[in-house]
T-cell receptor
């Protein structure tokens, strides 16, 4: 149980275009999902907390107009990288909590974004 | 800044040996979790230890927690080549989970 599906697993786009990444909880409802960014051989950096039915909470230094998050239902959160630039190339991972706060996180398999 | 810091950054051992990874954190916690990440994939939850627990076992995994030293260790016994991955500790703080820098474990067959 507690499966999180993330799509696409990889995407290549040109500079200036926008890319949407989906994160779905398949067998549970997730009122809260998290979006992380990970650079090679580094840890996960929390970008934002996505709350169903309300605005996302962004971490300091993360541009909310650049990384648009929509949590329209209890099973789906999307991250849109707008006007992508090569420096946005990274590994993006979402996670969701099936229980209360401090319960284990369940992760998607990540999306490798390459901006050319 | 990240809550947890881990050492070593990288560890290379022979199959069958034990692997020990350490994690230190800065503020008080409710619990500490360990995750595993295979290259290019998402993280998989391994074990959770609560702040009032000192040791926990799960199969070949043994986790200890010393809240006085704000540190935890993950021991993998009888390692296998399939254990090759990055391992992260994670702590809860301000209603979000913060990950350490991770230890990259390589188990040679």
């Amino acid at each position: 149980g507690a499966v999180v599906s993330q799509h696409p697993s990889w995407v290549i786009c040109k500079s200036g275009t926008s890319v949407k990444i989906e994160c779905r909880s398949l067998d549970f409802q997730a009122t809260t999902m998290f979006w992380y960014r990970q650079f090679p051989k580094q840890s996960l950096m929390l970008m934002a907390t996505s709350n169903e039915g309300s605005k996302a909470t962004y971490e300091q230094g993360v541009e909310k107009d650049k990384f648009l998050i929509n949590h329209a239902s209890l099973t789906l959160s999307t991250l849109t990288v707008t006007s992508a630039h090569p420096e946005d190339s990274s590994f993006y991972i979402c996670s969701a909590v099936a229980g209360g706060f401090a319960s284990p996180l369940h992760f998607g398999n990540g999306t490798r974004l390459t901006v050319t | 800044s990240q809550q947890g810091e881990e050492d070593p950054q990288a560890l290379s051992i022979q199959e069958g040996e034990n692997a020990t990874m350490n994690c230190s954190y800065k503020t008080s916690i409710n619990n500490l979790q360990w995750y595993r990440q295979n290259s290019g994939r998402g993280l998989v939850h391994l074990i959770l230890i609560r702040s009032n627990e000192r040791e926990k076992h799960s199969g070949r995994l043994r986790v200890t927690l010393d809240t006085s030293k704000k540190s935890s260790s993950l021991l993998i016994t009888a390692s296998r080549a399939a254990d090759t991955a990055s391992y992260f500790c994670a702590t809860d703080g301000s209603f979000k989970t913060i990950f350490g820098a991770g230890t990259r474990l390589f188990v040679k067959a």
